[in-house]
Structures are given as C-alpha cells and as structure tokens.
C-alpha cells in the first residue's frame, strides 16, 4: 500500500517552498488559483521568490504586496474586467521585482524542455518580435539538421515547485481537473516538488 501524503497545507509550504525558489502557480486568471496557499506562503514570510504562471491575478498580486516576489514570469498579470493588478504594477514601475517577459508559447515549451530534459525548444511563433530584445537567454539558430530553417531557441523552465489547485485529490498525490488543464499538468510533471490544494 502507498503511503498517504496528505498532510497540512502549512506542512506542506513549510516543507517544499523555499526562499529564492521558482514557483510555477497552476490556474488562470481568476480560475482555479491556489489562494489558500498563496496566503500561507505569505504568512510563513518566505522570500525572494520567482513566481512563473501562465496567466495571473490576484494570486500574484497578494505575494506581491506580502513582500514575497522578486521575478516574475507570465504573459500577463491584472485582474481582468477589474483594471490592472495594483501591487504588481507598483512593483514593476519601481523596480522592485523584475519581469522575465514571457508569451503562452514560451512558456509551454519551456515547461515542456523540462520535461523532456532538454536544454531548449525551438519556436517559430516570435521570429521578428522583439522578444529576444528582451529576453537574452532567447536566440535565434539555425535548424542543426541542415534544413536554413530558423526558429527561436526557448530555454527549458525548471521549477522548484508547483502548486496547483484542483478539485479532487487522493491522499497519494492524484490530482483531477474537471475542466480546462491549461499548463497545470506540465507544472506538475517538471517541478521537483508538487503541491496539489484541493478545494
């Protein structure tokens, strides 16, 4: 029999969040985010944190306003019909936390490089934006199998942790997402820990 490794969601952020991880935060926008465990993470005062999300809200604005985000990597962070997320945006026109531009498409394939442990993936979708601008660790080559194609080398994303919210869970770690997945399961496969704080 597997042993059960359902515990306390303060255990857990106790355990496996460490000051100056990267976290990946499963969920969308304003939809199935792990506030729960976004609000311990900020009552156990952790630091220093890169948060990596798909899409954030207010999940990332509260770490934020708890002193807990120094980078973070997203397509976009606010609070949709709601305006701007304000302590994001304060942060970010200060210079307090830094912003690691990203699009959809880099960071599921630089999920997906973790996965695979691979060093990067290529991509066409950017060739002429100016995301290798601002992004230095993004590089334009040219396809080593000899074809002249050339494709945006993304770098694999390495997560610390993932912490994903779903709606059911066993006590031996399985998670299940009645709904859209977005990158949540890729977060789960490639983070050298996972958290799953079911409702």
């Known amino acids: 029999m597997t042993e059960s490794k359902l515990m306390p969601l303060q255990e857990a952020i106790s355990t496996y969040v460490q000051d100056g991880d990267l976290i990946g935060i499963g969920g969308l926008s304003f939809w199935r985010k792990p506030i729960s465990a976004c609000r311990e993470i900020i009552r156990?005062?952790?630091?220093?944190?890169?948060?990596?999300?798909?899409?954030?809200?207010?999940?990332?604005?509260?770490?934020?306003?708890?002193?807990c985000i120094s980078?973070?990597?997203s397509c976009f962070i606010g609070m949709e019909i709601f305006g701007m997320a304000p302590h994001y945006r304060k942060a970010v026109e200060s210079g307090v936390i830094h912003v690691s531009e990203e699009s959809e498409a880099n960071i599921a394939l630089g999920l997906r490089a973790?996965?695979?442990?691979?060093?990067?993936?290529?991509?066409?979708?950017?060739?002429?934006?100016?995301?290798?601008?601002?992004?230095?660790?993004?590089?334009q080559i040219e396809d080593p199998l000899g074809s002249g194609t050339q494709v945006m080398a993304v770098p694999k994303i390495d997560l610390d942790v993932a912490i994903i919210h779903v709606p059911y869970a066993d006590e031996f770690g399985n998670g299940n997402i009645a709904g859209a997945v977005w990158m949540d399961a890729d977060m789960g496969k490639t983070a050298k820990k996972t958290i799953i704080n079911p409702i």
Do not use: H, W
């Open 44 to 67: 156990q005062n952790k630091k220093d944190l890169s948060i990596c999300t798909f899409v954030g809200g207010i999940d990332v604005d509260m770490l934020i306003a708890g002193g």
């Open 71 to 73: 980078e973070v990597r």
């Open 114 to 139: 973790s996965y695979l442990k691979v060093p990067f993936m290529p991509l066409k979708g950017i060739i002429g934006t100016d995301m290798p601008k601002v992004r230095n660790d993004i590089k």
